[in-house]
T-cell receptor, first 112, second 113 residues
Framework: KQEVTQIPAALSVPEGENLVLNCSFTDSAIYNLQWFRQDPGKGLTSLLL?????REQTSGRLNASLDKSSGRSTLYIAASQPGDSATYLC???????????FGGGTRLMVKP | GAGVSQTPSNKVTEKGKYVELRCDPI?????LYWYRQSLGQGPEFLIY????????DSGLPNDRFFAVRPEGSVSTLKIQRTERGDSAVYLC???FGGGGGYTFGSGTRLTVV
């Protein structure tokens, strides 16, 4: 059974810092990996989708990498802003099925 | 529609009552998913539809939970004899059913008192 872990569970940084959120998964036979953002009391907003054949994806200040063989992905946020404060969720879709398996999320607070 | 729509956004019900939660996916998306998210945790898979049929219902916790998608578009998640432990945010997502990403709705916050 696929298990997804996110470290750290919570992170507080001053505005302007570059930061890295980590995601690890136990079964490397994945179809793709997706990073989501969730604001308090809201649904999930997709940030980046990395197919299993890809190594990274970039969108603005966000960069996500994927190392399938080691079961790891990182989300890099450059020049963090208070508006980046949210929970960031990593989710893996396996080759065997269609559902996503989520990590527990990293709660990010960026202080002005 | 432009996004995945879920209604109601909030639902408070008494223990033992029956509830229905509705999901209206993005037009043209053949795949529809239900997830449940407890406070401080990531979403957990409940059931997945491809068209009208439930392709995978392995995440439904017990037989009090049931979901339908009769015309391959709107889906309803039904919970019988609700228990306090059913309190959570119920999220719906849709996709083209291939290798693309998922689009989530804003969820229904269910509180069983």
């Amino acid at each position: 059974k696929q298990e997804v872990t996110q470290i750290p569970a919570a992170l507080s940084v001053p505005e302007g810092e570059n930061l890295v959120l980590n995601c690890s998964f136990t079964d490397s036979a994945i179809y793709n990996l997706q990073w989501f953002r969730q604001d308090p009391g809201k649904g999930l907003t997709s940030l980046l989708l990395i197919q299993s054949s890809q190594r990274e994806q970039t969108s603005g200040r966000l960069n996500a990498s994927l190392d399938k063989s080691s079961g790891r992905s990182t989300l890099y946020i450059a020049a963090s802003q208070p508006g980046d404060s949210a929970t960031y969720l990593c989710a893996v879709r396996d080759n065997a099925g269609n559902m996503l398996t989520f990590g527990g999320g990293t709660r990010l607070m960026v202080k002005p | 529609g432009a996004g995945v729509s879920q209604t109601p956004s909030n639902k408070v019900t008494e223990k033992g009552k029956y509830v229905e939660l509705r999901c209206d996916p993005i037009s043209g998306h053949t795949a529809l998913y239900w997830y449940r998210q407890s406070l401080g945790q990531g979403p957990e898979f409940l059931i997945y539809f491809q068209g009208t049929g439930a392709a995978d219902d392995s995440g439904l916790p017990n037989d009090r939970f049931f979901a339908v998608r009769p015309e391959g578009s709107v889906s309803t998640l039904k919970i019988q004899r609700t228990e306090r432990g059913d309190s959570a945010v119920y999220l719906c997502a849709s996709s083209f059913g291939g290798g693309g990403g998922y689009t989530f709705g804003s969820g229904t916050r269910l509180t069983v008192v």
